[in-house]
Nanobody, 121 residues
Framework: QVQLVESGGGLVQPVGSLRLSCAASGNIHRINDMGWYRQVLGEQRELVAT???????KYADSVHGRFTISRDNVKNTVYVQMNSLKPEDTAVYYC???????????????WGQGAQVTVSS
């Protein structure tokens, strides 16, 4: 029905930068909130940042001031610009979108496949 495809992960040195993208496609009537979450092996998935369709944002305290979430509503794409990266930011990053599916008019959550981000010297 709806697919979210992430790109942009990789290896970066501490204090470096990385940008993740997540494009949604499929039977989309409308996308409400979009966001990024991350998960370290053996731990719970945690919120990184979210953005509403109107552009209001929310950040985890651990990334506030270093990460910036944005979206392109025409391209159905959400981004996160990650600056001043720290080793503790190492995780698999997942995008999330709350999508009103076409012809159903119900909202469902969809997830991307995950992108590994490794911060190491």
């Amino acid at each position: 029905q709806v697919q979210l495809v992430e790109s942009g992960g990789g290896l970066v040195q501490p204090v470096g930068s990385l940008r993740l993208s997540c494009a949604a496609s499929g039977n989309i009537h409308r996308i409400n909130d979009m966001g990024w979450y991350r998960q370290v092996l053996g731990e719970q998935r945690e919120l990184v940042a979210t953005i509403t369709s109107g552009g209001s944002t929310k950040y985890a305290d651990s990334v506030h001031g270093r990460f910036t979430i944005s979206r392109d509503n025409v391209k159905n794409t959400v981004y996160v610009q990650m600056n001043s990266l720290k080793p503790e930011d190492t995780a698999v990053y997942y995008c999330n979108a709350r999508v009103v599916v076409a012809r159903t008019f119900y909202e469902y959550p969809f997830w991307g496949q995950g992108a590994q981000v490794t911060v190491s010297s």
